[in-house]
């Protein structure tokens, strides 16, 4: 079995595959558990693939494949100590032992993909700098991608670090513990614009049943595999197989997530999953939807556009092509397609074409894509499943890049100002682009359609504001997507780039309540397509005294920009991505002024602010203490909760911020960085049972 990545989705053998997975140890030394006793089980019980926290050795990969399992390893490698400034070593060895154990088992067919991490804790992550735990986390990726081409990689996050999502990962994975459906249901389309163009899989969920009933389990387990499947998300991994659980070397008998009881009796949730078959996303009574392409002169895309069309699966369809003055071979091509709707129209602009479209459509839904477009064979069965669930009267998705083949379309592809959409919430849009933008027939003669004062480019915007200005709302489907080609050379893509200029100055007078001297003021976040990773700079929101349990970042306007493609990522392609940028603020710029539009220029973001701790302070202890304990005393002795993002408490002018390193022992240490050198700390600390370690 291989397991491989296509856009939002995993594909197991070439065919699309929703992962049903569960953990598998670690168990105590004196366990009775097996490969050999508990993989057929496990298969039995329905799960295709299981997740472990170490590198496994090749007869636990002989075992899972003899039994059609996958293997989802972990590598653990002291992660949650500072590998940045404090022991870098850590994580030069952990690149090692990954490349190594690569190469020497990435070929097995029973590995299906590697998680190079686990839950870096928030504290020891804003200790060494989010963004420099990020990138060093990214380099890891690209370590392991370079040694085992094709394999998924990724880093398992969760949401109190969820500004740490790598940008080379292949994948997003989540651990998420919530112990309601219905918040765990609001909570998942959020993992879709966290994870950008990439597939968000479900590494960890799970309730525990000392705490919780069996009977709770049983009910949120069977929910969450089923929220996740209609949530588009590529698998979902239950937390855990058995109640034997092996943490900071003892076994932890406190806790109890497992399918299985100690004495290895079944829960009452091991059945029910072994019973539960996942729901079709297509849902019942599927609406009919009109795909509408509009193309000029697009004879060289019309055909993988048209092909892809055709093999969509879904029941209920049709195809039509709006030829808008083409002068080349479009129109004899078109004429030659069979089973689709073709009209020939003279020069009349986009606007126009697509309401031609949408005039002979005999659709409910009018789906619009463009001809360099490939829409994904399940595109229309999820825009489906999200009309079905909602009220929205337009959905839309990611458009995504193909994989670049060609230092021009790596430049392109990773270039600013791609079509995208721009969302107010994590399930509500301000902006649908054209390439991927569906709505109700209802709605779209409500408004009128589009305006045909947009010839080639900002239809779409001004499409997707009167239909809020009409009251209609705009939803999103993470799920379904295209393949959206970008420009070919950077020559064509700046020409397109000074088409969305003169495009913005026609909005702007249109709707000049909606723009600032800069441009376009969206009330939402502009996404990207680049997973949403921290960048130097940006501001975290983490809460009183950093116990935020959702950690995100804070005042998001804009998702980080998409770099180059590894395969791309070169100084000198970095060197032409920098002027290829810089020519497009200018040329979009200068069209946008020429054309009476506004005339500010937009700018590089500053500089970030440096952090820095004129003082710090190491303690440790060997009873399992951390800074929560530190805390809770220095609160006691007047501290205070400090408003400044950088600190947690003060007292006076004093402030201090706190991490303590997780070692997987009680014996651990805990860094604290002072904006001044202290007064009496180290007694208050010593008050609380630390000891100031020894260099």
Known sequence: MRLSVNGKHFLLDGSPHFLRCVTYGPFPPDSPHTPASDFPKIRKAGFDSIRIYQLPDRAFLDSAAENDLLVIPTHAWGHGCDFICENPSLLENARRDITTWLSRHHSHPALGALLIGNEIPSDMARWMTPWKVNRALDSLIRSAQKTAPGLPIAYANFPTTEYLEPPSADFTAFNIYLEDSADLKKYLPRLHHLAGDRPVFLTEFGIDTQRNSEELQEKLLSNALTLTRLAGLAGATLYAWSDHWFNNQRSMDEWSFGLLRRDLSEKPALHTLSQLTLPDPLPENPPRFSIIICTRNGQERLHSCLHACRNIHYPNFEIIVINDGSTDQSATLLDQEKNIIVHHLPPSGLSAARNYGAAISTGEILAYTDDDCQPDIHWLTWLARAYADSDYSAIGGPNLAPTPDSRSLALTTAAPGAPTHVMIDDLTAEHLPGCHLSVKK??????????????????????????????????????????????????????????????????????????????????????????????????????????????????????????????????????????????????????????????????????????????????????????????????????????????????????????????????????????????????????????????
């Open 442 to 695: 209802s709605a779209f003669h409500d408004i009128g359609g589009f305006d045909p004062i947009f010839k080639t480019a900002g239809d779409d915007v001004d499409f997707c504001w009167r239909l809020r200005d009409h009251g209609h709302t705009l939803g999103f489907s993470g799920a379904s997507f295209v393949w959206h080609h970008r420009r070919a050379t950077p020559a064509k893509y700046l020409k397109q780039q000074n088409g969305y200029g003169k495009a913005e100055a026609l909005l702007y007078k249109k709707h000049p309540h909606r723009f600032s001297k800069g441009g376009i003021q969206w009330e939402g976040c502009v996404y990207q397509g680049i997973a949403l990773g921290i960048e130097p700079g940006d501001f975290i929101y983490t809460g009183p005294t950093g116990e935020a349990p959702y950690q995100s970042l804070g005042k998001l306007l804009r998702q980080p920009m998409r770099g180059l493609h590894p395969s791309f990522d070169t100084p000198l392609n970095n060197t032409l991505l920098k002027l290829l940028t810089l020519a497009q603020i200018h040329l979009r710029h200068r069209a946008r002024k020429k054309h009476g539009g506004p005339s500010a220029r937009g700018s590089w973001p500053s500089a970030p602010r440096q952090k820095s701790y004129s003082s710090t302070l190491t303690l440790s202890n060997s009873q399992g203490l951390t800074r929560h304990h530190l805390y809770r005393h220095l609160l006691q002795d007047g501290w205070q909760a400090c408003p400044d993002p950088d600190f947690d408490l003060q007292k006076g002018s004093l402030k201090l911020l706190a991490a303590t390193e997780q070692t997987g022992t009680p014996t651990n240490r805990t860094f604290i960085g002072l904006n001044q050198p202290p007064h009496n700390l180290l007694q208050s600390a010593e008050a609380a049972g630390f000891s100031k370690a020894h260099s």
